[in-house]
């Protein structure tokens, strides 16, 4: 038997003015001023979502964001209003900024194949010689990414940002500069926790012509963590890093011959695989926060889900 989850909402709230569905949520704009963002419990990878849902996923994803949204404000206004249902966030609608501001304090991911490769010039960032997959880079480095409606974004620098005129340099010094900040608090807490927060992006929007931070922050779906207890060990060693991020997933897929290719087929999620899903996801959320999540209870989400919105909007309007 599947186990209950939220896949998908169909929502018509008073003064909605339209609705969007992403990989994983589901976003209402109500009016000229609210957003209200739906974290569904789907699952993608690989630029796919994958057939079943994650129980507790949505919930813990906007748990944490929304825990580090209120930690971040004193660094930079967000768009955050309030956290209506535990899947739920009702924010500021801004205009987005086309560009993910990518920080990376170690070699890893996208940057260390670049590396592999022979690259050592990263997003207008030179890459010191000498270095091994996951270690640390003499200082964060920040790779920006203009976001893409279709297909992959793409690396990008702040001297083609200015070059394209994408965003005045001010505001580009200005979100470079808070980018480093809220990496640095993201740092500081992760190793109160044991965690090493590796490498994480940022999304920037205008809101009534200033800057604000908005989508969600220090996630693993967002970010990507080491364990701090063991890195230094399995760095000496030359052996892979124990990671706190949705990595596991994408391992399974490779595992089962799928990477999001054409003429790959999704393989089967049987509900044993689905509950570990949903499992590590719970102990992500236990790590993070040092507290045991509280699963929320599915018998009528939809209902309640839309009762808790529509008190949030009147209190927001």
């Known amino acids: 038997m599947e186990v209950k989850s939220l896949t998908s909402t169909n929502y018509f709230f008073n003064n909605q003015t339209s609705f969007y569905r992403g990989k994983v949520r589901d976003v209402y704009s109500i009016g000229d001023d609210l957003l209200v963002i739906v974290a569904c419990d789907r699952i993608s990878a690989f630029d796919h979502v994958l057939p079943r849902s994650i129980p507790f996923k949505g919930q813990v994803l906007t748990q944490i964001a929304n825990l580090f949204l209120d930690q971040t404000k004193d660094i930079i206004p967000n768009w955050k209003i309030s956290n209506p249902d535990p899947q739920v966030t009702i924010g500021k609608k801004c205009d987005p900024i086309p560009i993910e501001f990518v920080i990376r304090g170690y070699l890893t991911g996208h940057a260390w194949r670049v590396y ?3 690259g050592r010039m990263l997003c207008g960032n030179t890459l ?24 992959h974004d793409e690396d990008t620098s702040y001297e083609e940002i200015l070059k394209k005129k994408i965003i005045p340099k001010k505001t580009l010094d200005y979100l470079f500069s808070k980018t480093r900040e809220l990496y640095k608090a993201g740092v500081e807490y992760s190793k109160k926790r044991g965690l090493i927060l590796v490498d994480t992006k940022y999304e920037f929007g205008i809101y009534r012509n200033e800057p604000i931070l908005i989508d969600e922050i220090h996630t693993p779906d967002s970010s990507r ?36 290719l054409e003429g790959q087929v999704i393989p089967v999620m049987s509900d044993e695989w689905v509950n570990t899903i949903s499992g590590r996801y719970q102990e992500l959320f236990e790590v993070m926060t040092g507290n045991k999540l509280i699963p929320r209870d599915y018998s009528k989400i939809i209902v309640d889900m839309e009762k808790a919105i529509s008190l949030g909007i009147t209190k927001s309007g």
């Open 116 to 118: 592999r490769d022979g």
């Open 128 to 151: 010191p010689e000498g270095m091994k997959e996951n270690d640390p880079f003499p200082e964060p480095i920040i790779t920006p990414a203009t976001k893409s409606k279709s297909g």
């Open 225 to 260: 963590f080491f364990y701090s207890d063991s890195y230094n060990n399995l760095q000496q060693k030359g052996l892979p890093q124990k990671q706190l991020s949705k990595e596991f997933v994408r391992e399974w897929l490779i595992q089962n011959d799928f990477q999001g």
